[in-house]
């Protein structure tokens, strides 16, 4: 079976290669020439751990290629995947589409035998029909059913582990009118059988609601942790130990339960955004989305002000290093990281910020592109090593819980630190206890 993947970012390359790796042949197309270009020459233009060896293996084996040619990968294939990114429309947080109904366009014009276009971008209910009415339009002697079908195949790898999450997923969801189409699918993830993934078969817009439900659960999830973690504060409670005393009742599992500055990365605050906007538009509500969003976006600037507060104690020049830009561990991606909430804040109110993180790092190649995407973060230094930004600095702060920050040395962290005052540590992911910080004025997320 020939597979073409449109969008070759986060999810259309891991998409790609570990289909690649399944036996399919598989073109991965980009509209980035120097995407395609680079990964021509076996440069992966993200972070994802394990990434780079599975494209190399499937470039090696001849069943994984990059191309910008749509039209000939398209002509060729059986099946195409629809990866291209969907971000919040701005203004309203609706899904934007555009890149979707593009590549829907592009695709109707290459199709030249019988097609399944599957919808694998999160998207909102619906867009599977807009897709196959877009084909339609652009071939107007097309028939669905005999020239083409569509389907919605929704993605749920994470980024910082994405090849395992593809590899062996906790189910597969398949959502299509169509019993051939289906069944082509089906085939598709036959290599999941071995393991007994579950299928689940559905009609295309069930398929694209889960999608948005289940970013929408983990989100509140996250949020509802947040709020016990500040009840904890107030009222001497450990947000730790809450999570795993009610993590442990298997209806609510333990998952999903880490107190912290609040939600980022490509898909949360997109999508969350987006379901609410969903309901509206078919004249519901879901409230509570609605609330996690707001609370999600006060989260991140309060947790920029519990600096700020903790610093009041510090006479100026204040210095504050930040360990972690990402939003999580394990990748590059930037998009919505609370770090990028709380550092403008920061600036603001005339902080010096000093920054490290294990994928940008003062002489970094990739540190252009961070710069380039936020603004901000020209005005802070960035460091070669966690300990070359603690220095001198009155406060530490973790946003990111890598693995090089669980075991810093604190004789030396102390040492390196501005030392006029207590020095401050505030660990926004609680790597370290209360117990093992006592050289330090220590703030652990919902530590009473
Ligand atoms: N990143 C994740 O962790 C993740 C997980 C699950 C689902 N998703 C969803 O998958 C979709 C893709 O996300 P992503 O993070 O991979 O996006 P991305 O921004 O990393 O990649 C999208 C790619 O599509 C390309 N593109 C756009 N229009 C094109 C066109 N007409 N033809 C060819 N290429 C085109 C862009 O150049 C870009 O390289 C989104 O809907 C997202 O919500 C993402």
């Not at 980024?159 to 598709?188: H, W, Y």
């Not at 509140?220 to 504060?233: G, H």
């Not at 209806?251 to 898909?267: E, Q």
Request: proline fraction near 4%; glycine fraction near 8%.
């Amino acid at each position: 079976m020939k597979i073409t993947l449109v969008g070759t970012g986060y999810v259309g390359l891991v998409s790609g290669a570990c289909f690649a790796e399944f036996g399919f042949e598989i073109t991965c197309v980009d509209r980035d020439t120097a995407k395609i270009d680079a990964l021509k020459q076996g440069k992966i233009p993200i972070y994802e751990p394990g990434l780079d060896s599975l494209v190399a293996q499937g470039i090696k084996s001849n069943r994984l290629s990059f191309t910008t040619d749509l039209k000939t990968a398209v002509k060729a294939s059986n099946v195409v995947m629809i990866a291209v990114g969907t971000p919040s429309r701005r203004g309203d947080g609706h899904a934007d589409l555009t890149y979707v109904y593009q590549a829907a366009e592009d695709i109707a014009n290459a199709i030249a035998g019988y097609t399944v276009v599957v919808t694998k971008s999160t998207v909102p209910v619906g867009t599977s029909r807009q897709v196959a009415e877009i084909i339609k339009k652009t071939r107007p002697n097309f028939i669905e059913g005999i020239h083409f079908d569509v389907a919605s195949n929704p993605e749920f790898l994470r980024e910082g582990s994405a090849i395992n999450d593809f590899m062996r997923p906790d189910r597969v969801v398949i959502g299509t009118n169509n019993a051939k189409a289906c069944e082509i699918l089906q085939k598709l993830y036959r290599p999941l059988y071995l393991i007994e993934t579950p299928i689940v078969s559905t009609n295309p817009e069930t398929s694209e609601l889960i999608k948005y439900a289940a970013n929408g659960f983990l989100a509140m999830k996250i949020s509802f942790i947040n709020q016990m973690a500040d009840l904890c504060e107030k009222t001497g409670g450990d947000v730790q130990v809450l999570a795993k005393g009610i993590g442990l009742d298997k209806r609510i599992g333990g998952k999903f339960l880490n107190a912290g500055p609040g939600y980022g990365g490509s898909c949360f605050p997109k999508d969350t955004r987006a379901l609410s906007q969903i309901a509206e538009q078919h004249g519901t509500k879901c409230s509570l989305i609605d609330e996690v969003s707001t609370y999600n976006e006060k989260r991140k600037s309060d947790m920029a002000n519990r600096i700020l507060i903790a610093l009041t104690d510090h006479h100026a020049p204040k210095k504050v290093a930040i360990l972690g830009l990402t939003f999580k561990p394990n990748t590059d991606d930037l998009r919505e990281a609370p770090s990028l909430a709380i550092i403008p804040e920061l600036l603001k109110n005339d902080i010096e910020v000093s920054v490290y993180d294990p994928l940008y790092f003062k002489g970094c190649e990739r540190l252009n592109h961070a710069i380039s995407f936020e603004e901000s973060l020209k005005e802070v230094c960035f460091s070669a090593s966690a300990y070359d930004a603690i220095k001198n600095a009155a406060c530490v702060v973790i946003l990111t819980e890598w693995n090089e920050f669980r075991a810093l040395d604190m004789e030396k962290v102390c040492e390196l630190m501005d030392n006029t005052v207590a020095p401050l540590f505030m660990d926004f992911r609680n790597i370290y206890r209360a117990e093992e910080m006592r050289k330090f004025r220590y703030y652990g997320v919902g530590k009473g």
